[in-house]
C-alpha cells in the first residue's frame, strides 16, 4: 500500500463535499451547463447570466451565529490555560477552532483534531521550555485521505491515519511560491508505540519521529480526535448542508434559465410588411426603424407595421419559487416568515428538526475538543478530569417563568441542585448576566444592601 492510497469510503464522499463546499463558497459556476455547444458565445452569456442565492452559505453563517451568540464555557487547568487564547499556534483560541470546525461538519460532516506534541532538537518533549507547548491542529475531511480503527479489548483504537497537507513554499530565490504535497501519518509500531512520519510528493521520507510525554515516555495512542456530524467514530456522516446545497444548485440553475428568458424575449420586437421588397425597404430606410415617440415611418402603400412581444414565461420562475418553499422546509435560515419579529418558541418550532441536529453536533464537538484537551495533558501535565469545553446550546433566548424559578430555589434548598446550576439556568433566560463569573456574582451580593437593593455602606466608605 501506498502512503498517498485513499481511504474507499473518502472516494465515496469527496463529490458530495465539493459540491457543498463550492456552494458555500459560492465558486458553483460549474454546474451551469453549456445552453448551446455550438455558440460558445451564448453558453457565456447564459452562465453569466445565472444569479446565485446563496441560502446555503447564509444558513452555515445563521446556525454558526446560534452557537456562538454565547461564549463557550472553558475551564482548564493551569498548565493548559494558553490554549483558551492560542490553541493552534497562530493565535487562533480554542473557540475559533470550534467554530472553525462546526463550519466544516455541517459542510462535510467529519472533521479531525490532532493535539501535536512538540520537541527539542534532540526528539525528545521538553514540558518545561517556555516555548515548547502542545498544540490542537484542526484537519478538514478532505485533507483526512486514509485511516484504520480497530477493536482491541472492546474498544475502539486508531492505528493509523493518513493525512493530505498541501503546502505553499517560498523558493530558493526568495520570491516565487511553489505548491507541493505531503503526506503526514499518524501510527502506533508494533510495539504501540505512537510515531509521527512526513514524506514528500515523491512519498520520500522527510522527517520521522516517536512524540513522549511530559516525562519522555512514548506514547501508547495516536492523539486523534474524530468530530462528525452523527458520531465522533472513524464513519463518515452525511454532510447536514448537502440536500440544502442540491436545491440551492437547482435554484442557480433556473435563475440562468429565468435571466436568459428575460433577455431573450423579454423586449418587444417589431415586425414590417407591405408592398416594398427587401432592396426598396433598405433604400428607404437605410438605418433600420428605430422606436420612439419622435420617430415616425412611412412604409409605402399596403404597408404595416406591429409589435410583438412574449407573453411572460413564468415555468422557470415558478421553479425557483417552488425550491425556496424547499429551501424553507429543510430549514435555510435565509427564508424567514413575513410580518415582524418572529418570536423564539415559533423559531424553534420551525426550525426544530434542525435545531435538534445542531444540538447532535454541538455536543460531539464538545466531546471532541475536550478530548483532544485532554491528550494535551500528557505533554503539558494538569488534572484531565478538571477540563471542561462547552458550547452555547441554547439556541434562543428563553423566557422566565416566576413560578419555575421559585421551584429551582425550592430545590436549592433541599440539596437536589447546585447554586451554579441555577445560576446557569438564570444566565440562559436573562435574568443574570451571562458574561459574569459565581465570583462576580457572590461579590456583588455581599456589597449589595438586601432593603435598598444599591450597595450597602460599609462600601461606601
Same mark, same amino acid.
Given at each position: 500500500?501506498?502512503?498517498?492510497?485513499?481511504?474507499?469510503?473518502?472516494?465515496?464522499?469527496?463529490?458530495?463535499?465539493?459540491?457543498?463546499?463550492?456552494?458555500?463558497?459560492?465558486?458553483? $459556476?460549474?454546474?451551469?451547463?453549456?445552453?448551446?455547444?455550438?455558440?460558445?458565445?451564448?453558453?457565456?452569456?447564459?452562465?453569466?447570466?445565472?444569479?446565485?442565492?446563496?441560502?446555503?452559505?447564509?444558513?452555515?453563517?445563521?446556525?454558526?451565529? #446560534?452557537?456562538?451568540?454565547?461564549?463557550?464555557?472553558?475551564?482548564?487547568?493551569?498548565?493548559?490555560?494558553?490554549?483558551?487564547?492560542?490553541?493552534?499556534?497562530?493565535?487562533?483560541?480554542?473557540?475559533?477552532?470550534?467554530?472553525?470546525?462546526?463550519?466544516?461538519?455541517?459542510?462535510?460532516?467529519?472533521?479531525?483534531?490532532?493535539?501535536?506534541?512538540?520537541?527539542?532538537?534532540? =526528539?525528545?518533549?521538553?514540558?518545561?521550555?517556555?516555548?515548547?507547548?502542545?498544540?490542537?491542529?484542526?484537519?478538514?475531511?478532505?485533507?483526512?485521505?486514509?485511516?484504520?480503527?480497530?477493536?482491541?479489548?472492546?474498544?475502539?483504537?486508531?492505528?493509523?491515519?493518513?493525512?493530505?497537507?498541501?503546502?505553499?513554499?517560498?523558493?530558493?530565490?526568495?520570491?516565487?511560491?511553489?505548491?507541493?504535497?505531503?503526506?503526514?501519518?499518524?501510527?502506533?509500531?508494533?510495539?504501540?508505540?505512537?510515531?509521527?512520519?512526513?514524506?514528500?510528493?515523491?512519498?520520500?521520507?522527510?522527517?520521522?519521529?516517536?512524540?513522549?510525554?511530559?516525562?519522555?515516555?512514548?506514547?501508547?495512542?495516536?492523539?486523534?480526535?474524530?468530530?462528525?456530524?452523527?458520531?465522533?467514530?472513524?464513519?463518515?456522516?452525511?454532510?447536514? #448542508?448537502?440536500?440544502?446545497?442540491?436545491?440551492?444548485?437547482?435554484?442557480?440553475?433556473?435563475?440562468?434559465?429565468?435571466?436568459?428568458?428575460?433577455?431573450?424575449?423579454?423586449?418587444?420586437?417589431?415586425?414590417?410588411?407591405?408592398?416594398? =421588397?427587401?432592396?426598396?425597404?433598405?433604400?428607404?430606410?437605410?438605418?433600420?426603424?428605430?422606436?420612439?415617440?419622435?420617430?415616425?415611418?412611412?412604409?409605402?402603400?399596403?404597408?404595416?407595421?406591429?409589435?410583438?412581444?412574449?407573453?411572460?414565461?413564468?415555468?422557470?420562475?415558478?421553479?425557483?419559487?417552488?425550491?425556496?418553499?424547499?429551501?424553507?422546509?429543510?430549514?435555510?435560515?435565509?427564508?424567514? $416568515?413575513?410580518?415582524?419579529?418572529?418570536?423564539?418558541?415559533?423559531?424553534?418550532?420551525?426550525?426544530?428538526?434542525?435545531?435538534?441536529?445542531?444540538?447532535?453536533?454541538?455536543?460531539?464537538?464538545?466531546?471532541?475538543?475536550?478530548?483532544?484537551?485532554?491528550?494535551?495533558?500528557?505533554?503539558?501535565?494538569?488534572?484531565?478530569?478538571?477540563?471542561?469545553?462547552?458550547?452555547?446550546?441554547?439556541?434562543?433566548?428563553?423566557?422566565?417563568?416566576?413560578?419555575?424559578?421559585?421551584?429551582?430555589?425550592?430545590?436549592?434548598?433541599?440539596?437536589?441542585?447546585?447554586?451554579? $446550576?441555577?445560576?446557569?439556568?438564570?444566565?440562559?433566560?436573562?435574568?443574570?448576566?451571562?458574561?459574569?463569573?459565581?465570583?462576580?456574582?457572590?461579590? $456583588?451580593?455581599?456589597?449589595?444592601?438586601?432593603?435598598?437593593? =444599591?450597595?450597602? =455602606?460599609?462600601?461606601?466608605?
Amino acid at each position: 500500500m501506498a502512503i498517498n492510497s485513499i481511504h474507499p469510503d473518502y472516494k465515496a464522499h469527496l463529490h458530495r463535499w465539493e459540491l457543498v463546499n463550492s456552494i458555500v463558497d459560492s465558486q458553483a $459556476e460549474r454546474f451551469i451547463r453549456n445552453v448551446d455547444v455550438n455558440d460558445d458565445s451564448r453558453s457565456k452569456s447564459y452562465k453569466e447570466g445565472a444569479i446565485l442565492t446563496n441560502f446555503t452559505a447564509l444558513t452555515k453563517e445563521g446556525l454558526t451565529g #446560534l452557537v456562538f451568540r454565547r461564549d463557550p464555557k472553558q475551564k482548564l487547568p493551569d498548565e493548559l490555560q494558553y490554549l483558551i487564547k492560542d490553541a493552534v499556534g497562530d493565535d487562533r483560541g480554542l473557540a475559533a477552532l470550534a467554530k472553525q470546525s462546526l463550519g466544516e461538519v455541517m459542510q462535510t460532516g467529519r472533521a479531525g483534531l490532532l493535539t501535536d506534541f512538540p520537541r527539542s532538537k534532540g =526528539g525528545v518533549s521538553i514540558a518545561d521550555t517556555e516555548d515548547l507547548k502542545a498544540r490542537i491542529i484542526p484537519y478538514k475531511a478532505s485533507n483526512i485521505i486514509n485511516w484504520n480503527v480497530e477493536r482491541v479489548n472492546n474498544k475502539s483504537v486508531v492505528k493509523f491515519i493518513v493525512l493530505y497537507e498541501p503546502t505553499l513554499e517560498l523558493q530558493a530565490d526568495g520570491f516565487e511560491w511553489e505548491l507541493t504535497d505531503k503526506y503526514r501519518v499518524l501510527s502506533l509500531d508494533a510495539d504501540g508505540n505512537y510515531y509521527q512520519a512526513l514524506y514528500n510528493e515523491d512519498l520520500e521520507l522527510l522527517d520521522f519521529v516517536f512524540p513522549t510525554d511530559k516525562h519522555g515516555n512514548n506514547l501508547k495512542v495516536v492523539p486523534w480526535s474524530f468530530i462528525g456530524a452523527s458520531d465522533n467514530n472513524e464513519e463518515i456522516d452525511k454532510a447536514p #448542508l448537502y440536500d440544502l446545497a442540491v436545491l440551492n444548485i437547482g435554484h442557480y440553475r433556473n435563475s440562468a434559465d429565468y435571466e436568459e428568458s428575460v433577455f431573450v424575449v423579454g423586449q418587444p420586437t417589431i415586425f414590417v410588411s407591405g408592398s416594398w =421588397g427587401i432592396e426598396e425597404f433598405k433604400e428607404a430606410l437605410p438605418q433600420g426603424i428605430k422606436f420612439g415617440s419622435r420617430a415616425g415611418y412611412f412604409l409605402g402603400e399596403g404597408g404595416n407595421a406591429s409589435l410583438v412581444q412574449a407573453n411572460p414565461n413564468q415555468l422557470a420562475e415558478e421553479a425557483m419559487k417552488s425550491k425556496l418553499k424547499q429551501a424553507a422546509f429543510i430549514g435555510a435560515r435565509l427564508i424567514s $416568515e413575513p410580518g415582524g419579529r418572529e418570536t423564539a418558541e415559533a423559531a424553534r418550532l420551525r426550525y426544530s428538526s434542525q435545531n435538534s441536529a445542531l444540538h447532535t453536533l454541538v455536543l460531539n464537538l464538545d466531546a471532541a475538543i475536550t478530548k483532544a484537551i485532554g491528550f494535551a495533558t500528557l505533554f503539558m501535565g494538569g488534572d484531565k478530569e478538571s477540563i471542561e469545553f462547552k458550547l452555547n446550546r441554547q439556541f434562543y433566548d428563553e423566557t422566565a417563568d416566576p413560578n419555575l424559578i421559585a421551584q429551582s430555589i425550592m430545590l436549592f434548598d433541599r440539596g437536589l441542585v447546585s447554586r451554579e $446550576e441555577i445560576r446557569d439556568d438564570l444566565k440562559q433566560k436573562n435574568v443574570l448576566d451571562i458574561d459574569k463569573t459565581i465570583e462576580e456574582l457572590d461579590e $456583588e451580593l455581599l456589597n449589595t444592601d438586601p432593603f435598598l437593593g =444599591g450597595d450597602n =455602606g460599609d462600601n461606601n466608605k
